[in-house]
């Protein structure tokens, strides 16, 4: 088991986005593949307002491929670069009440209890030995801090009945991965990384770290700015969108874990500042 370090969640943010993690600006792409999951899926005014009332960067949604474990695609809704809306989790988001911060609370976060959570192997689609080292570290990390919340792993390709998968896209270029956030009280399943066997096993615990970070209820924390992308753009919130956590720094942190982007010098430990934020919401 490895030293918890930490690292920092300066405003944790709430109602999670897919997480941007990737080296310096590595913008994710797309996956193209066949056997895509026909969902019809349209950009209305509709659905442009239901996001914007939910204080998401609407600038560049568009109908993307998400690849499942067993490598089925289906379409889904993709909003600032990387954060995936199924048809299912759009009607949630669009029936969410956001007329007061309790509730936008309640219904963005995970319900206290022992979830399982299991490393994908079976074929492209199987984390590699160390990608399955990191996860190992990341779930560690999580389960020191003694939360409400704590990790069950396993390994395999039964994951149907698991409360969050982790496994490997071999459709995606770049380096990173991608989440989404929790809805009834559940985190969000289907935890992708991409591009990173080159990188240090520690990078690859950040990034699975800071993924599971989104499936349990947290945005970048330089949301207002991607600077950790070398960018000036808000990806979209408000008091609603974006809560942050009390005794945690509302600026620019450099070392969050939650930060839009990462860099090949990560370590994949929490610092102070997480510990108080994950502390104070679970």
């Not at 299991?118 to 199987?126: E, M, P, R, V, W």
């Not at 070398?230 to 919130?237: A, P």
Request: aromatic share 10%; proline share 4%; hydrophobic share 35%.
């Amino acid at each position: 088991m490895k030293k918890c370090d930490l690292i920092i969640i300066p405003l944790l943010l709430l109602l999670v986005a897919s997480s941007c993690s990737k080296e310096n600006e590595v913008l994710e792409q797309e996956p193209v593949a066949e056997n895509v999951e026909q969902t019809s899926l349209e950009i209305t005014d509709e659905v442009i307002s239901v996001f914007k009332e939910n204080y998401y960067n609407v600038s560049d949604i568009s109908v993307a491929d998400f690849m499942l474990p067993d490598g089925t695609l289906e379409s889904r809704y993709q909003l600032e670069g990387d954060i995936f809306f199924s048809a299912e989790q759009f009607e949630n988001l669009s029936q969410l009440d956001i007329s007061t911060s309790k509730n936008y609370h309640t219904t963005n976060l995970v319900s206290p209890r022992t979830l399982t959570i299991i490393g994908y192997t079976g074929g492209s689609n199987a984390l590699s030995t160390k990608e399955q080292t990191a996860l190992q570290y990341a779930v560690n990390n999580y389960n020191a801090l003694n939360l409400s919340i704590n990790f069950t792993l396993t390994f395999g390709t039964d994951y149907q009945d698991k409360d969050m998968v982790i496994y490997h896209n071999p459709n995606e270029s770049g380096a990173g991965g991608s989440a989404g956030f929790p809805s009834n009280g559940d985190p969000h399943q289907l935890i992708q990384i991409y591009g990173l066997e080159n990188y240090d096993v520690n990078v690859i615990e950040h990034v699975i770290t800071h993924e599971m970070g989104h499936s349990v209820g947290f945005r970048h924390t330089d949301w207002f700015s991607r600077q950790s992308c070398g960018q000036n753009v808000n990806e979209g919130t408000a008091g609603v969108g974006a809560i942050p956590i009390p005794g945690t720094p509302e600026s620019y942190d450099s070392t969050s874990i939650m930060l839009a982007c990462f860099s090949s010098g990560e370590d994949g430990e929490f610092n102070s500042n997480d510990i108080i934020a994950l502390n104070y919401l679970y």
